[in-house]
T-cell receptor
Framework: NAGVMQNPRHLVRRRGQEARLRCSPM?????VYWYRQLPEEGLKFMVY????????ESGMPKERFSAEFPKEGPSILRIQQVVRGDSAAYFC????????????FGPGTRLTVL | AQSVTQLDSQVPVFEEAPVELRCNYS??????LFWYVQYPNQGLQLLLK??????LVKGINGFEAEFNKSQTSFHLRKPSVHISDTAEYFC????????????FGQGTELSVKP
C-alpha cells in the first residue's frame, strides 16, 4: 500500500503566478487534511476535505487559496497570485474515516516564491 | 480556543541518556493527543496517540507518553536515545467535535550526540 503522495516535491513560482499542489491519499482513505509549515514554525491546519466536500476550511486564508478533492483524482490545493509570504512547506495527510483515525502524512511540497 | 505549547525548542542529549520532551495543552473540551516525529525533508510519522483508557501510552521506537489531565500535559519520554532519534518532534491535539483536525505545537528539535 503506497503512502500519501504529494507532487511536486519542490515548486518555485514568481510573485503573481499560480501554484497547484497535488495530494494523492492512501488507498481506501477518503479524508484529506492540508497543513502549512512556515519557516521556524509548527504546522498549521488549513482545510479538511472528504470526497467532493469541504468539511472545515477554518484555517484557509480568505483570499487566493482554494482546495478541492474530486470524486476521481487527487486533492488539489490552489494558491492564486502567490506572494513571498506563501513560501512554506505544504503537507497533506489522509485517514480512512477522519475523527480519531491516524493521519498519514505525505512528504510535503516546498513552495518558494521569488 | 485550544492551543499546544512545547516548552523546549531544542533539547541536546548524549546517546543512551534518557530524554523527556514536554507538551502542555489548553482546551475546554475532551481532547485526543498525539506525538509525531519529522525527519529532515520528510513528512510526519505518528509515534503514539492517546484517545482514552490507560494514561500511559507506548509507541514506536521505544517512546512512551503519559497523559495527565489535571496538569493538561502529555510529555514524551524515552529511557535511552540513539543517534537515529535526532529529529523534530511535534505534539498535537484534536478536539472531540472538530473532525480530527490537528493543532500542533511549535516543535522540539532533539539532537542526540555521541
Amino acid at each position: 500500500n503506497a503512502g500519501v503522495m504529494q507532487n511536486p516535491r519542490h515548486l518555485v513560482r514568481r510573485r503573481g503566478q499560480e501554484a497547484r499542489l497535488r495530494c494523492s491519499p492512501m488507498k481506501g482513505h477518503s479524508h484529506v487534511y492540508w497543513y502549512r509549515q512556515l519557516p521556524e514554525e509548527g504546522l498549521k491546519f488549513m482545510v479538511y476535505l472528504q470526497k467532493e466536500n469541504i468539511i472545515d476550511e477554518s484555517g484557509m486564508p480568505k483570499e487566493r487559496f482554494s482546495a478541492e478533492f474530486p470524486k476521481e483524482g487527487p486533492s488539489i490545493l490552489r494558491i492564486q497570485q502567490v506572494v513571498r509570504g506563501d513560501s512554506a512547506a505544504y503537507f497533506c495527510a489522509s485517514s480512512p474515516q477522519g475523527l480519531t483515525d491516524t493521519q498519514y502524512f505525505g512528504p510535503g511540497t516546498r513552495l518558494t516564491v521569488l | 480556543a485550544q492551543s499546544v505549547t512545547q516548552l523546549d525548542s531544542q533539547v541536546p542529549v548524549f546517546e543512551e541518556a534518557p530524554v523527556e520532551l514536554r507538551c502542555n495543552y489548553s482546551s475546554s473540551v475532551s481532547v485526543y493527543l498525539f506525538w509525531y516525529v519529522q525527519y529532515p525533508n520528510q513528512g510526519l510519522q505518528l509515534l503514539l496517540k492517546y484517545l482514552s483508557g490507560s494514561t500511559l501510552v507506548k509507541g514506536i521506537n521505544g517512546f512512551e507518553a503519559e497523559f495527565n489531565k489535571s496538569q493538561t500535559s502529555f510529555h514524551l519520554r524515552k529511557p535511552s536515545v540513539h543517534i537515529s532519534d535526532t529529529a523534530e518532534y511535534f505534539c498535537a491535539v484534536s478536539e472531540a467535535n472538530q473532525g480530527g483536525k490537528l493543532i500542533f505545537g511549535q516543535g522540539t528539535e532533539l539532537s542526540v550526540k555521541p
